[in-house]
């Protein structure tokens, strides 16, 4: 639990607001393909990533909360 807090309170004052400055002005394919051609997407570890495992559950819930944040912002 407190680590959820933790994870949640560090994504919305140190992750979303570098996202926002990053790619706020970018039109949403430019921001899109940088993070494609940055592998920003895919995991650090080299492994493939099956986005259908976290399409579902309390990770996309999270997921899905900090994106609806970010683009309001």
């Known amino acids: 639990m407190l680590y959820r807090r933790l994870r ?3 994504r919305k004052l140190w992750v979303i607001p570098k996202l926002h400055r990053t790619y706020g002005k970018s ?3 430019n921001a899109f393909s940088r993070i494609y051609e940055s592998s920003l997407w895919s995991p650090t570890d080299g492994a493939s990533y099956d986005s259908s495992a976290s399409s579902i ?3 996309a819930e999270s997921y ?3 994106v ?3 683009t309001n912002s």
């Open 8 to 10: 949640d309170t560090y």
């Open 27 to 29: 039109t949403a394919a």
């Open 57 to 59: 559950g309390i990770g």
């Open 64 to 66: 899905v909360r900090q």
């Open 68 to 70: 609806i944040e970010f």
